[in-house]
């Protein structure tokens, strides 16, 4: 069975600050990795994802993750946080066989404090 | 248009009511996918299809039926409305490539059992 845990059901940085939300993931299998973002009231939005090949994944927006096997981690990362990035943010997994469906964590909402 | 359609998009109903949400897509993905999502519990999987005739139950399926109408259409009851189903669901599609790609989100039905 697959799993995620995200660390931090709320994160608050000031604008202009580093922004990293956690993800540790749980997987009997390689994994695919997915970051994905949602604007109030609006559906989800895809910001990366880890299949295979470099473990450094760069994504929309300014944001990265870095996909690190031993850790079991799926961090996002952004240099400098901007107001328009306040939302909540996923991370999701998935087997590589692709008959699993996405499997998400609970959740982190970003405040950006001007 | 959105490639992935949900209607309604906003429904207040009563207890013990039957209500349906529909899903449909212009992607051509053969797997599609019902999740519920609550403040803090990130998204559950209510029920996937990988094609017309597969359909599998997710986590939180009690309460809940479906109905793949044809590749592009995926409809989700509530046979018996009750409060606690006062969630936001979304409907998303995914290709059968082994894994790699993503799923694509609809925007949302906010739906309010009363």
């Known amino acids: 069975a697959q799993s995620v845990t995200q660390l931090g059901s709320h994160v608050s940085v000031s604008e202009g600050a580093l922004v990293l939300l956690r993800c540790n993931y749980s997987?009997?299998?390689?994994?695919?990795l997915f970051w994905y973002v949602q604007y109030p009231n609006q559906g989800l939005q895809l910001l990366l994802k880890?299949?295979?090949?470099?473990?450094l994944v760069k994504g929309i927006n300014g944001f990265e993750a870095e996909f690190k096997k031993s850790e079991t981690s799926f961090h996002l990362t952004k240099p400098s946080a901007h107001m328009s990035d306040a939302a909540e943010y996923f991370c999701?997994?998935?087997?590589?066989?692709?008959?699993?469906?996405?499997?998400f964590g609970k959740g982190t909402r970003l405040s950006v404090i001007a | 248009d959105a490639d992935v359609t949900q209607t309604p998009r906003n429904r207040i109903t009563k207890t013990g009511k039957r209500i349906m949400l529909e899903c449909s897509q212009t992607k051509g993905h053969d797997r599609m996918y019902w999740y519920r999502q609550d403040p803090g519990l990130g998204l559950r999987l209510i029920y996937y299809s990988f094609d017309v005739k597969d359909i599998n139950k997710g986590e939180i399926s009690d309460g809940y039926s479906v109905s793949r109408q044809a590749q592009a259409k995926f409809s989700l009851s509530l046979e018996s409305a009750i409060p606690n189903q006062t969630a936001l669901y979304f409907c998303?599609?995914?290709?059968?490539?082994?894994?790699?790609?993503?799923?694509?989100f609809g925007q949302g039905t906010r739906l309010t059992v009363v």
């Open positions: 997987s009997s299998v390689p994994p695919y």
């Open positions: 998303a599609t995914r290709p059968a490539d082994g894994g790699s790609t993503e799923a694509f």
């Open positions: 999701a997994v998935s087997s590589n066989s692709g008959n699993t469906p996405l499997v």
């Open positions: 880890y299949t295979t090949g470099a473990t």
